[in-house]
């Protein structure tokens, strides 16, 4: 078993913090700190733990934010020096999201310093949403910055949707200001800084996709490998609902001529094993033609209506009276993100997000005494 979450924030850990902050403050009661922050921590999950350090530190640092940056600023890692660092910076995220906003810019600036020694993306977060125009100002010249992980915080924090941290409605709602950020680094040296930019992208895809598809059109001409790459990671959704301009971004052009066929190898299928079947397809027009092949399933909700989900297939280039045949074993097994209910199922095979065929199958469910 892997170990839970929340044991990456733990009583030692809190005796180092302690170790660490005291090092650079004289006044700062580490005892006091240690006996807070270790209270009843056992018991909590990883974010109470965190909001617990971070209470702690409410109690125990100057009630100036100005002089209680300072320590903690003073407390990262230095010149060989040990400091806080890892996990112990979450809770000083948080401390900082919550004591930092009356002090705007002193606040990002303590949070560009954390960030190379733990992501400070979940810290920044409120200042954005407190003063979008302000934060986005400040975070958007940190795109030259010589640190990669500073070049990644400008891109990963300002993420409308990032997983796990507070949602920015604002850019949610109008992802523009985030684009300038977006292309200033889509070409960084760094995989790691791309690969962020192209979460981002992927994000306000979600709730834009004709505007990332756009974007995406107007960066992919004459782009090197490594920006291809983060264009197409960027408009994975895009391609995977059948986005028509997305797909024409990478070639996927409306099919022409094209005859597919599918076959189901067996029309019943028993809960907890797969359904077999084969598509076949032709190119019967006079040109060559990218296809990037998918497959739905549309699932019985509990009130008898079809739910799809699309699924990967292949990507072919098929040259004039050219044929491909694909087999495929879709697995109706239990999982944790669906319930299955029995009845009649479809599944449809896509051609560049193109509903070209489609056949109905039954799920049986075992009875009771089968299991």
Not at 296 to 316: E, R, T
Request: include cysteine; hydrophobic fraction near 45%.
């Amino acid at each position: 078993m892997p170990e839970p979450l929340k044991n990456l924030l733990h009583e030692t850990l809190v005796g180092d913090m302690a170790d660490r902050i005291a090092g650079n403050a004289q006044i700062f009661d580490k005892n006091r700190f240690v006996t807070l922050a270790t209270e009843g921590l056992s018991a909590l999950e990883l974010m109470e733990r965190s909001a617990l350090i971070r209470d702690a530190l409410f109690a125990t640092l100057p009630g100036d934010f100005r002089e209680a940056a300072a320590i903690l600023k003073a407390s990262l890692p230095a010149a060989g020096r040990p400091g806080l660092s890892g996990w112990m910076l979450l809770p000083v995220n948080q401390f900082i999201a919550a004591r930092g906003l009356d002090h705007f810019d002193l606040g990002l600036d303590l949070l560009k310093a954390l960030t190379p020694h733990f992501t400070a993306e979940f810290g920044i977060r409120p200042f954005i949403h407190r003063d979008q125009q302000r934060a986005l100002a400040i975070v958007s010249g940190w795109v030259d910055d010589p640190d990669q992980h500073v070049r990644r915080l400008a891109s990963e924090g300002t993420r409308p949707r990032l997983p796990w941290a507070m949602r920015l409605p604002q850019l949610v709602k109008d992802p523009a200001p985030i684009l300038p950020i977006l292309t200033a680094l889509m070409d960084d040296p760094e995989d790691y800084v791309r690969r962020s930019v192209a979460n981002s992208l992927n994000d306000v895809a979600k709730d834009h996709p004709d505007l990332v598809a756009a974007f995406i059109a107007g960066h992919i001409d004459g782009a090197s490998s490594e920006r291809r790459w983060l264009l197409k990671h960027a408009s994975r959704t895009l391609l995977k609902n059948g986005h028509a301009q997305a797909l024409a971004n990478f070639g996927f052009a409306a099919s022409d001529s094209l005859e597919c066929e599918l076959r189901l190898v067996n029309g019943e299928v028993m809960f907890g094993e797969g359904l077999d079947f084969e598509i076949r397809v032709t190119n019967a027009g006079e040109r060559a033609q990218s296809l990037m092949i998918d497959y739905a399933v549309h699932h019985v909700k509990s009130d008898g209506s079809l739910s799809p989900k699309v699924f990967k297939c292949k990507a072919i280039m098929l040259a004039p009276g050219q044929s491909h045949t694909i087999g495929r074993r879709h697995a109706m097994r239990p999982i944790t993100t669906r319930r299955y209910y029995p009845g009649e199922h479809r599944i449809a095979i896509l051609v560049n997000g193109a509903e070209t065929a489609s056949q109905s199958f039954v799920l049986v469910m075992p009875s009771p005494d089968q299991g």
